[in-house]
């Protein structure tokens, strides 16, 4: 197992900058703004003697145990709980603060090991350290996250004690790399349930999940087994309407949400049942279609609403171009949560399957006798064989006798013919037309 660094400290001491700099990536978001992560963020750290597991934590206040701040700290107990050791981040510039003495104080009686680090001392003299002493928690030490000074010093004391570890076997460790883990994001409107679905998908109160817009405003990416299937389960910033009025942390949670889209193998486009479908729950599903994820809807608050599948089936067939499947739920009373990771893992699997030649080939031979080809003057179209070349998402080749002859309409039928003789719904289906050389 590795070793687990847990990364705790007040609001904007630069915690997220430590994160990024320990993994080596920008997973977690940054601004100079207090109180901007809120969830736990985990990645794998590649700065040290050995390899370790890091969390980011949200600005930790042992004395405020109200509304959002009351579940910021859970999340950070839970973290320390979890962890082998504890980097406590502080702010050189800031000096010692009585927020900072007061989690010193939970720190100690956690039982973990703890080194304090003084971020933000490039340029600062070593006697600017002298007042962390007093914090008794051993010697600080002065780095600077951003520009990665001092980091490298830290992390080899911080893993020192897990260096004689027996290693982990290296072909199990390539075997594990080697599995496929489906990438699913989670996307949609703000408040609409995201971040409460996840927790019941996982069983846990992993993500904060609280009753007002924007509490998440990162991609948070969750470890996620079903069936002897690896998934990765990405809870996303809500999308907003009016991209034009999004600014600072708006609109780069929103980034994030798309940038989480786009990696992401299928999304799980979330509906609040009881406000019925409206214009921005078709543009999140229009967002995973451009993404070129598969896509599942998913109706959240089933319990709250008096609507029936049948009142929004039409609207959705005539408005989402990939035709997706939708499932109703309540993470309330439990309603379809548990056939949640199956649908997704169906899903999956016609997004990697791939279609026989001689099956596409069949295909196409109906799709000529069912409607007659686009023509121009005397010049008809003719679909003369196909072949898929790619998958997930599933790409298909078309060879026709002239490509002009091929209208949008037709290419649109064509599409839709294709994903249902398939059963490709919900599935992104590119087709490329080529003339005969």
């Known amino acids: 197992m590795k070793p687990v660094v847990a990364i705790v400290g007040r609001p904007n001491v630069g915690k997220s900058t430590l994160f990024n700099r320990l993994t080596r990536t920008r997973a977690a978001l940054v601004a100079d703004v207090p109180g901007l992560t809120r969830d736990r963020h985990y990645g794998d750290g590649r700065v040290g003697p050995v390899p370790c597991l890091v969390i980011d934590t949200g600005g930790f206040d042992p004395s405020d145990g109200s509304g ?138 992993r993500m904060i999940a609280f009753d007002a817009p924007g509490t998440t405003r990162d991609a948070i990416e969750v470890e996620f087994e079903f069936g002897g299937q690896a998934f990765t389960l990405i809870d996303t910033a809500g999308l907003r309407r009016k991209r034009r009025t999004r600014q600072g942390i708006e609109y780069y949670s929103e980034l994030r949400a798309r940038q989480a889209a786009e990696r992401a193998d299928i999304a799980l486009v ?111 179209l003719n679909l003369l064989y196909g072949a898929q070349v790619a998958s997930r998402p599933p790409r298909f080749r078309f060879t026709v006798n002239d490509t002009s002859l091929v209208s949008r309409d037709y290419a649109y039928w064509v599409e839709n013919e294709l994903r249902e003789r398939f059963s490709m719904q919900g599935v992104p289906v590119a087709i490329d037309f080529r003339r005969r050389s």
Not at 357 to 372: D, Y
């Open 270 to 380: 979330l509906i609040d049942a009881s406000e019925g479908i409206v214009e921005g729950d078709i543009a999140a599903a229009d967002l995973a279609r451009k993404s070129h994820c598969s896509t599942l809807i998913v109706f959240a608050k089933w319990d709250l609403t008096q609507v029936q599948i049948e009142d929004v089936r039409p609207l959705l067939e005539r408005r989402l171009r990939q035709r997706p499947p939708f499932i109703t739920t309540s993470a309330k009373t439990g309603r379809g949560i548990s056939r949640l990771p199956d649908r997704i893992a169906a899903l999956f699997a016609i997004r990697s399957a791939r279609v026989t030649t001689g099956e596409l080939n069949r295909f196409l031979g109906e799709l000529k006798a069912s409607r007659q080809p686009p023509s121009r003057g005397r010049k008809r």
């Open 68 to 205: 959002m701040q009351h579940a910021v700290n859970q999340q950070a107990e839970q973290a320390i709980a979890e962890s082998d050791v504890l980097l406590f981040v502080l702010d050189a510039r800031a000096g010692l603060t009585g927020h900072d003495r007061r989690i010193a104080e939970r720190l100690r009686v956690s039982g973990r090991r703890i080194l304090t680090v003084v971020n933000k001392s490039e340029g600062l003299q070593a006697s600017a350290m002298a007042e962390f002493y007093e914090l008794g928690l051993g010697e600080p030490h002065p780095v600077a996250a951003a520009h990665g000074e001092g980091v490298a010093s830290l992390m080899d004391e911080a893993l020192a004690p897990f260096v004689q570890a027996p290693a982990d076997d290296d072909d199990g460790a390539d075997a594990d790399n080697a599995r496929p883990r489906n990438r699913v994001a989670i996307v949609g409107r703000p408040n609409v349930g995201k971040s409460t679905l996840v927790n019941a998908l996982l069983g846990e109160n």
